[in-house]
């Protein structure tokens, strides 16, 4: 029997996984395992409410429906040659492999960086949450204006003092001066204050130092700074970007690969969106990336043909807090919503991205478009 290897159980993979056993059908097809250590897909976008509980799912209530295995296991190696992967020391053979094993938050090298919080894992999630539990007032310092330090910043102002730490001259530099005059007012709102132009040098139990010589005395310091691609691209021959992405075709084959048998899906896979844009990481993409990798990776052994990666045109929806949120659509991330539309709108993308569970036809049926289905 034909074998197909899942690596990550994130968005990617977990889709990759239900996408590969909707193509097999019944009976006889491969044999489909998810390789990962964890018990639950994390649904990462909800993790800055703090509630980590809330964000997990169980794997076996998603796989086990569509007849997936689930091995619990890290993976140490991976061996595209001898087409077989190692975890936890044991040797696993396979015929297709699909690697989605996400990204992970680059801690700075810095003084007292041991000090730092992040909401990067459910367990850093709940790092942060037993911190601040009992704690009437708080000051917390949140280094990074991007997507997840703008939604971790309106969250703590709900509860306590919060001071955003940003090297750009600007909030949000990464999404662009369209929803920038709404997050400006929405922060200026809630009270947070935007230090812009500088940077956290060093981090104490205290607080945090800043570039030029300033102190702030801060109950928690969290980092919400860059990504990159899990370790395990550097395993497998290919391309790659400034994120570790492995550069893959169409199809998601990864480029460069000798066997062609190999598939990236997730915030390991550097696929072009549409002409002149390449996917984000983020759920929005990891989702589609992995049903065209799942899927296309059990196409090839039953002799289908492949399905091309279109995802759904780009949108973005940032939580804000008691001030609400913003929608825009479009690379260049035009406004659509803001206020209390838009958070209803924020509310509806985080239970969309949660899966059906324990019902293999409804689990499939979300599987057989590539999109979440976000609304624009």
Not at 12 to 20: E, I, N, R, Y
Not at 297 to 322: H, I, K, M, Q
Not at 369 to 376: D, E, F, L, T
Request: proline residues 6%; contains cysteine; glycine residues 14%.
């Amino acid at each position: 029997m034909s074998h197909i290897v899942i690596v990550g159980g994130g968005f990617a993979g977990v889709w990759g996984a239900v996408a590969a056993a909707r193509v097999r059908g019944g009976e006889g097809g491969p044999r489909i395992t998810l390789v990962t250590p964890d018990d639950d897909l994390v649904l990462r976008p909800r993790l800055h409410r703090l509630d980590p509980d809330a964000a997990r799912v169980p794997l076996k209530r998603i796989l086990a429906p569509v007849g997936a295995e689930h091995l619990r296991a890290k993976v140490t190696d991976i061996d595209t040659a001898g087409h077989r992967i190692t975890a936890d020391g044991r040797e696993i053979g396979y015929d297709r492999l699909v690697l989605a094993a996400g990204s992970r938050l680059v801690l700075p090298d810095l003084p007292g960086a041991g000090h730092l919080f992040d909401v990067d894992t459910a367990e850093g999630a709940a790092r942060l949450a037993a911190r601040l539990r009992g704690l009437d007032e708080f000051t917390a310092v949140v280094v990074g204006a991007g997507f997840t330090g703008l939604e971790v910043a309106a969250e703590l102002a709900a509860r306590g003092n919060v001071v955003l730490v940003e090297r750009s001259d600007v909030v949000g530099p990464d999404l662009g001066p369209g929803p920038r005059p709404v997050i400006e007012a929405a922060l200026a709102e809630l009270g947070v204050r935007p230090l812009l132009g500088t940077t956290v040098a060093a981090v104490d139990a205290g607080g945090a130092t800043l570039a030029d010589g300033t102190r702030i005395s801060a109950d928690v310091v969290v980092w919400t700074g860059g990504v990159q691609a899990s370790p395990l691209t550097a395993l497998v021959p290919g391309e790659r970007d400034g994120l570790g992405r492995l550069a893959v075709d169409r199809h998601l084959r990864v480029r460069g690969e000798a066997s062609g048998d190999v598939f990236a899906a997730g915030d390991v896979a550097a696929a072009l969106a549409e002409p002149g844009h390449h996917v984000l990481q983020c759920c929005q993409h990891a989702v589609p990336m992995g049903k065209v990798a799942g899927r296309n990776a059990a196409a090839g052994l039953l002799g289908l043909p492949p399905e091309d990666f279109a995802p759904d045109p780009y949108v973005t929806c940032l939580d804000l807090g008691a001030a609400g949120a913003v929608t825009t659509v479009g690379w260049e991330r035009t406004v659509r919503l803001t206020g209390a539309a838009a958070k209803e709108r924020k509310e509806l993308v985080l239970r969309m991205i949660q899966p059906p569970l324990d019902d293999a036809a409804e689990i499939f049926r979300a599987a057989s478009r590539q999109g979440v289905g976000i609304p624009r």
